[in-house]
């Protein structure tokens, strides 16, 4: 472990977990949430859920599970640089997007409106919710008793009427403070690698181009480089040469900048992180230039017409699925039975929201195709 900055997290004065426990002999307490992280179903059930493509679209696309991993590589990276606690940014990267629905946003936008008149549903919410509740694996607690600085990096928005529900992890909302640097730096890590590792994605898809993606700042200026220094360089290696140089740009922009907001704002400990502006951050030029290739894959990928295709099935199968669920709780498996007499319309979101893509794409041919075998 490197040294640690008095700014940083640091796993012996953690505000602590939901029920106290004896300490590990051999880990801190955040190497051990993150090893409760990789131990546990939802993350295993990452493999299996879309990021961009669904899983059996192709064997080389991105799937929540890699993209989870590289999250992870990133922030690891940038802690160190800043010497921030690694196991944290770690701990918070794997399980950022433990809530995701099957089918990407797609199914988590048709589940929010399934349950509009039920609290709603977001994801980010539902990662919260896998570690504090839907995670059976202990004698002593349901989810995985996290600390604290764990689920708050977890919890990265919130609106203010649920941020009233979650008690002291929420309470940041209301008070209008910071997390830790090592949450803040986990989402600027989640941002760096969806953004780039989409632009890979997309390419390899042929759903966008090279000639398109010349007119996106950070992405000509470094093909440029590439094609400068290797003229002849084949389209494979053309592409993974300017997409490293991309995200070498944002890391070590996000670093330098960090570190100067970091110098110039003296932070003594945590508490005070908690108090000051956001520290991490783009420097004013290079954030423009990540905010110009966001929306360019908005426009290009996210909403390129065959995605939207995808879209509108994943759409349907989680609606209708919700809708037959919701109509006869006879149809849940015993244990989301019982749940469902409790709070039927969150008991079929959960249950909805833990499916793999494939899953929930048999699910559905079990329910509405007669000749399907159940
Ligand atoms: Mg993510």
Request: a neutral charge; hydrophobic letters at 40%; aromatic letters at 8%.
């Amino acid at each position: 472990m490197h040294p640690l900055a008095a700014y940083a997290a640091n796993p012996q004065q953690s505000q602590g977990r939901a029920f106290d426990e004896e300490p590990s002999s051999t880990r801190n307490a955040f190497q051990r949430d993150r090893d409760r992280i990789i131990h546990s179903t939802a993350f295993r059930r990452l493999e299996y859920k879309t990021q961009v493509f669904v899983n059996h679209e192709g064997d080389l696309f991105r799937t929540r599970l890699t993209h989870s991993l590289e999250v992870a590589q990133l922030a690891r990276g940038i802690a160190r640089t800043l010497y921030l606690h690694e196991d944290l940014t770690e701990a918070i990267a794997l399980a950022h997007d433990l809530g995701h629905t099957p089918f990407g946003h797609a199914g988590q936008d048709a589940l929010n409106a399934c349950m509009r008149d039920f609290g709603g549903f977001e994801h980010n919410l539902q990662s919260l919710r896998v570690v504090e509740k839907l995670e059976l694996r202990y004698a002593e607690f349901d989810g995985l008793n996290l600390s604290f600085e764990v689920r708050e990096g977890i919890l990265k928005h919130c609106a203010i009427k649920n941020a009233k529900l979650l008690g002291v992890v929420g309470q940041r909302f209301l008070d209008k403070t910071q997390p830790s640097l090592e949450a803040q730096l986990t989402n600027y890590a989640d941002e760096i690698a969806y953004n780039n590792h989409d632009i890979d994605d997309g390419l390899r898809s042929g759903l966008i181009s090279i000639d398109q993606l010349a007119k996106v700042e950070l992405f000509a200026r470094n093909l440029a480089q590439v094609k400068a220094k290797y003229p002849t360089l084949e389209h494979r290696r053309l592409i993974h040469e300017t997409v490293r140089r991309m995200i070498n740009t944002l890391v070590v922009d996000l670093c330098t900048h960090s570190a100067n907001n970091i110098a110039q704002n003296q932070p003594e400990s945590l508490a005070h992180v908690r108090q000051l502006p956001e520290l991490l951050g783009f420097s004013a030029g290079i954030a423009a230039q990540n905010l110009e290739l966001k929306q360019f894959l908005r426009k290009n990928l996210y909403h390129h017409y065959k995605v939207n295709r995808m879209s509108a099935k994943a759409a349907r199968i989680v609606t209708e699925l919700f809708a037959a669920f919701y109509e006869n709780t006879g149809l849940l498996p015993d244990e989301f039975q019982l749940y469902a007499e409790q709070d039927k319309a969150r008991a079929v979101a959960d249950y909805i929201a833990g499916m793999t893509d494939r899953f929930a794409i048999r699910e559905h041919r079990k329910l509405f195709t007669v000749e399907e075998s159940l």
